[in-house]
């Protein structure tokens, strides 16, 4: 059984940071989380994976790279995605999802299971 439930969603002014939170319970197979978001006008975008309880470091897309950060909470199952220096063009729903392995993070369609999205609005 797998569930991801995200949280953090909200409006903010460009240029201000924010946190969005996945609460994971998932089997012991499903350990790739990713961060992927819907904006309007564009396919889904993959913004970053970690695995869950592991010391390797996360994987990024390079459109958020210098902005984003993905981290975990330790003993627990939360993943966070930090947010700084927002644009309007980051305005979208914001989802987590998981897979096996974090061999295809970068894929869309890879991603098995998915949590319901939280809202992200940038104003300028």
């Known amino acids: 059984q797998v569930g991801l439930v995200e949280s953090g969603g909200g409006s903010v002014q460009a240029g201000e940071s924010l946190t969005l939170s996945c609460a994971v319970s998932?089997?012991?197979?499903?350990?790739?989380i990713g961060w992927l978001r819907q904006t309007p006008g564009k396919e889904r975008e993959v913004l970053g994976a970690?695995?869950?309880?592991?010391?390797?470091?996360?994987h990024y897309a390079d459109s958020v790279k210098d902005r984003f950060t993905i981290s975990q909470e330790k003993d627990k199952n939360t993943v966070y995605l930090h947010m700084n220096s927002l644009k309007p063009e980051d305005t979208g729903l914001y989802y987590c999802?998981?897979?096996?392995?974090?061999?295809?993070?970068?894929?869309?369609?890879?991603?098995?299971?998915w949590g319901q999205g939280t809202q992200v609005t940038v104003s300028s």
């Open positions: 999802a998981a897979q096996v392995f974090c061999i295809d993070w970068a894929t869309a369609g890879a991603y098995t299971h």
């Open positions: 998932v089997s012991s197979s499903h350990k790739c």
């Open positions: 970690r695995y869950l309880h592991s010391s390797s470091p996360p």
